[in-house]
Structures are given as C-alpha cells and as structure tokens.
C-alpha cells in the first residue's frame, strides 16, 4: 500500500500541553501537507512542507521532513480544547498528482 | 475558501443498485478526487481527474467508475453497490499552485448500502 502510516492513532492530552504526531511514507515525495478534520466534516489545509525544507513553523504548529527516513512530524504547541480533531498527513508520489494521506491521529484535548 | 458541493450529502441504498455521487466546484480546479474515509484506513484514494474526460485510478478503485464531463463536476458512480462500499466518501479539488497547491474538500456524502 502507498499509505502513509501515522502515530500515535490516538492521543489525549490537557490544555497548554504540547501534541506530537508522525507520519511516515514509501514513495519518493514533492512535498508533505497536514490537514484538519472536525468530526463529521472535509479536510482543512493546515501547512505544506516542501521536500528540500526541513522544518516549517505555522503559528502554533511546526512541522518537521526527514527525507532519508521518509518521515514527518507535526507539533501543536500550547494546544486548546478548539485542537480536538483528527490530523492527516499527505503527500504526492513524486511525478504524479495522486495525493496519497496517512491514517489519521485523533486528537483530544481535554479543559 | 473554494467552493466544493457534494450531492447527496447522506443516502441509503440496496446491494446491486447503483449509485452516483455528484461532486462540484466553482473554482476552475484542473484536478479533481474522490476518496472513501473508513475507520483504522484515513483517506484512501478512488479515482482522481486532471482534466475533462481524463482521470486515472487510485489506490481502492475496484468497483468504482468516473466521469468528467465538464471541468466543475466530477461525478463517482458505482455500478453494482456493495456493503463493503459503505463508507464516507470526500470529494477534493486542488488549488492553485500545482504540485505546491492545497486540496479543498467537500463535506462529504455519507453512504449506507444494504
């Protein structure tokens, strides 16, 4: 399969505390993205990373690319309950525009 | 925020039936995709179109057929619905940007088969 792998699958933590996910790939990639989703609604965009970048910060969100271990990590800081949602990553095999996401993170932030 | 409409949001068919979800947007999008969400799998990919009358098939597309007839409505049907293809389908259009662009979603058609 060409899908992404993220963990954890799960991850429950208080208000302030900081929420790390990772997601790993196969394919050689262009760039890796980080989506939203609310429960019961689409995807939001949240940041891209390009494959000759290795760190992006976006507010409270930084984002990390390891290319050699095919490999990324997104990092909420000082999360809020308003963070309760799942987390997708999303790549392109490089030389097509199949957008391929992982499995997705459950977040839950508890107040 | 792009304009992505998905029709019908919820249905409920029989086995054998078909079935058509229409997905349509006001942005000109080139690229268009559908995706089937499940629990334990995320996002996986149907079937995706880089323009009018031309698209290619994704990672699950067994089962699947589309068509492109028009650049802002990309239409996923299936011929012969099963209980395995239950599921929350995501339509998806690609921003500017090429290969840097963002996906906007629709909200999503949430399908029972029988």
């Known amino acids: 399969s060409q899908q992404g792998e993220e963990d954890p699958q799960a991850l429950s933590i208080q208000e302030g505390e900081n929420a790390t996910m990772n997601c790993s790939y196969k394919?050689?990639?262009?760039?890796l993205q980080w989506y939203r989703q609310n429960s019961g609604r689409g995807l939001v965009h949240l940041i891209l990373?390009?494959?000759?970048?290795r760190e992006k910060h976006s507010g409270r969100l930084r984002v990390t690319l390891d290319t050699s271990k095919k490999s990324s990590s997104l990092l909420i800081t000082a999360s809020r309950a308003a963070d309760t949602a799942s987390y997708f990553c999303?790549?392109?095999?490089?030389?097509?525009?199949?957008?391929?996401f992982g499995t997705g993170t459950r977040l839950k932030v508890l107040a | 925020d792009a304009g992505i409409t998905q029709s019908p949001r919820h249905k409920v068919t029989e086995t054998g039936t078909p079935v058509t979800l229409r997905c349509h947007q006001t942005?000109?999008?080139?690229?268009m995709y559908w995706y089937r969400q499940d629990p334990g799998h995320g996002l996986r990919l149907i079937h995706y179109?880089?323009?009018?009358?031309?698209?290619d098939k994704g990672e699950v597309s067994d089962g699947y057929s589309v068509s492109r007839s028009k650049t802002e409505d990309f239409l996923l049907t299936l011929e012969s619905a099963t209980s395995s293809q239950t599921s929350v389908y995501f339509c998806?259009?690609?921003?500017?940007?090429?290969?840097?662009?963002?996906?906007?979603f629709g909200e999503g058609s949430r399908l029972t088969v029988l």
């Open positions: 999303a790549f392109l095999n490089s030389g097509t525009y199949k957008y391929i």
């Open positions: 394919t050689s990639i262009n760039n």
């Open positions: 990373i390009r494959s000759n970048e």
């Open positions: 942005e000109n999008h080139r690229y």
């Open positions: 179109s880089y323009g009018v009358k031309d698209t």
């Open positions: 998806a259009s690609l921003g500017a940007g090429g290969n840097t662009g963002e996906l906007f």
